[in-house]
């Protein structure tokens, strides 16, 4: 899978969780566990974006 094709999935899973992580904390309250396990599988994904830029900007300096 080619790195631009990557980050947009990865960017739409993201916007798809926020989007999730809104309507669980407006249906089931900020603090429900359904909420708070939402929140952790974003940052897992922000987590993953930061590292993927990352290590892009680091082969785009090399190069």
Known sequence: MNNELF??????????L?????????STGMNSYETLRCSQELDHLLNLHMKHN??????????
Do not use: F, T
């Open 54 to 63: 990352s290590n892009k900007n680091i082969l785009r300096d090399i190069s």
């Open 7 to 16: 980050e947009l999935l990865l960017l739409n899973q993201i916007d798809v």
């Open 18 to 26: 926020k989007e999730k992580m809104v309507n669980l904390a407006n």
